[in-house]
């Protein structure tokens, strides 16, 4: 290929890594850096740029891990991307950027905990005050049936800067929870239609949709998320997914897939529900973009929460609506009133607004990548070779497969004997798993560096693979 000529800079806001990355993630959009075309070697690119050599690691790095290039062993490494897929998508870049619980259970790897520790009560506690004084009684009456206006507009911009979501703050819906969003979206789109979800996937949606009536497909995964040619060969006209970071699974959804499934949509004239739960973590190069942000279509709903952000009791979480539904919601849905406190969107505007918010996430971000660190040190310390760490790269879950001959009841029960708390994967298929071994869930955003270290040593010999 020709030598690539980035326009980088030392004195911009952005990483060089950043800009090198944004640079070729364009060009392979834009179709001058072809499908299939072998790129620089980091070193010769490196001494091209006068730049660093790690400085092109990290961003290959992150083009590999988004799936727009890959590495062939003793080749090198190459576009992924086929020419022909990219014409519909290429102009929109961003404009900016259970079971009985033993009651001396003590180490609870549950996934839906996060670090309360370091949640900023003081302060928060601050800006509730401020929120009464300076609303006065205003607050103590229904607000927008969307959520609060200025709210939402902290939320589109966070969104824009740093998930790539292009929205208005109008398309933006603020709901208790995304359970109630769901239930609500079925309402908008039609329960008449059919809706698929992956299988494995998120027990909660796949009741909702049960509840509410909907039809559902129950799609397996591969390697790279849910499986586009099974979902094809359905009926159904939404499909629900989560690409940053599959729940449970954890796999990352590459590009490829990513715009194999928004062909799907568009060719069916179909919506994908893109739940970005806990998009913020990633702990190999920068958090992956959105599937919003790459739909020219207006097929995409996305939905976010500040449950795993922020705290999972404050119940803020949010769905961002493509003109057509939003048009349907504002005309037969703005009954339904808001369903969050307009004290804690307030007192969230607030936290947003004067930079706490960013300066949390930043934090969250550096202990959590510390808590992951140590849980899969321990792993590799404590159980070594019988079992196999699925998921890894993201989040605050990972999945751990285990060949001890134990089924997943024993493996739950012995740990829960030694007081560590463990979860089962198989309640979020539907149907029975195929696949041989166990397998069991472990959230660590609520547990400290040494519980940790402590419960995987404990499981270990409970396990027998110490
Ligand atoms: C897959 C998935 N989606 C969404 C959420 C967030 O749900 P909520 O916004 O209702 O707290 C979670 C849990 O935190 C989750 O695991």
Same mark, same amino acid.
């Given at each position: 290929m020709d030598e690539l000529l980035p326009n980088l800079s030392k004195k911009a806001k952005q990483p060089l890594y950043i800009q090198l990355y944004n640079y070729i993630k364009k060009e392979i959009l834009a179709g001058r850096i072809k499908s299939k075309e072998k790129l620089p070697s980091k070193r010769k690119l490196s001494q091209h740029l006068g730049i660093s050599l790690n400085?092109?690691?990290?961003?290959?790095?992150?083009?590999?891990?988004?799936?727009?290039?890959?590495?062939?062993?003793? @080749?090198?490494l190459f576009v992924t991307l086929m020419e022909e897929d990219l014409?519909?998508? @290429?102009?929109?870049?961003?404009?900016?950027?259970?079971?009985?619980?033993?009651?001396?259970?003590?180490?609870?790897?549950?996934?839906?905990?996060?670090?309360?520790?370091?949640?900023?009560f003081t302060l928060w506690r601050q800006l509730t005050v401020q929120s009464l004084y300076r609303e006065q009684g205003n607050l103590f009456y229904n607000g927008d049936p969307q959520g609060e206006?200025?709210?939402?507009?902290?939320?589109?911009?966070?969104? $824009?800067?740093?998930?790539?979501?292009?929205?208005?703050?109008?398309?933006?819906?603020?709901?208790?929870?995304?359970?109630?969003?769901?239930?609500?979206?079925?309402?908008?789109?039609?329960?008449?239609?059919?809706?698929?979800?992956?299988?494995?996937?998120?027990?909660?949606?796949?009741?909702?949709?049960?509840?509410?009536?909907?039809?559902?497909?129950?799609?397996?995964?591969?390697?790279?998320?849910?499986?586009?040619?099974?979902?094809?060969?359905t009926d159904a006209h939404v499909a629900y997914v989560t690409p940053?970071?599959? $729940?449970?699974?954890?796999?990352?959804?590459?590009?490829?897939?990513?715009?194999?499934?928004?062909?799907?949509?568009?060719?069916?004239?179909?919506?994908?529900?893109?739940?970005?739960?806990?998009?913020?973590?990633?702990?190999?190069?920068?958090?992956?973009?959105?599937?919003?942000?790459l739909d020219a279509r207006e097929h995409v709903i996305y939905l976010g929460s500040f449950s795993k952000s922020l705290i999972p009791s404050l119940r803020i979480s949010y769905m961002v609506l493509p003109p057509a539904l939003l048009n349907k919601y504002q005309e037969r849905f703005m009954i339904y009133k808001q369903t969050v406190s307009r004290l804690h969107q307030d007192t969230l505007f607030q936290f947003m607004k004067e930079g706490h918010w960013e300066r949390h996430l930043n934090r969250m971000r550096t202990l959590y990548r510390k808590k992951h660190h140590v849980l899969l040190l321990s792993i590799n310390k404590y159980m070594k070779s019988h079992v196999k760490i699925i998921g890894e790269h993201a989040g605050l879950h990972i999945v751990l497969e285990v060949n001890n001959r134990m089924s997943e009841k024993e493996l739950i029960e012995s740990a829960i004997y030694v007081g560590v708390k463990i979860y089962p994967l198989s309640i979020y298929y539907t149907d029975v798993e195929k696949e041989l071994l166990p397998k069991v869930i472990l959230g660590f955003g609520g547990l400290s560096e040494s519980e940790i270290e402590k419960g995987i040593q404990l499981i270990a010999e409970a396990w027998n693979i110490l």
């Open positions: 400085t092109v690691q990290a961003a290959y790095d992150q083009l590999c891990a988004e799936g727009f290039i890959e590495r062939k062993p003793r @080749q090198g014409s519909p998508y @290429q102009m929109n870049e961003p404009k900016m950027e259970v079971i009985k619980v033993h009651e001396q259970t003590t180490i609870d790897f549950n996934s839906g905990k996060v670090d309360t520790a370091h949640f900023p206006p200025y709210l939402r507009q902290e939320i589109a911009k966070y969104l $824009f800067a740093s998930r790539g979501v292009i929205c208005s703050p109008d398309q933006i819906v603020i709901g208790a929870g995304t359970q109630l969003l769901i239930g609500l979206l079925c309402l908008i789109i039609g329960r008449n239609f059919t809706f698929a979800i992956e299988n494995p996937g998120f027990h909660r949606i796949r009741t909702v949709l049960q509840d509410q009536g909907v039809n559902t497909a129950f799609i397996p995964l591969d390697y790279n998320g849910i499986d586009v040619h099974l979902l094809s060969n940053s970071h599959q $729940f449970p699974y954890g796999m990352v959804m590459p590009i490829s897939r990513r715009i194999e499934l928004l062909k799907w949509a568009e060719e069916r004239d179909a919506y994908i529900v893109e739940d970005d739960y806990d998009g913020e973590y990633r702990y190999k190069g920068k958090p992956i973009p959105s599937l919003q942000g």
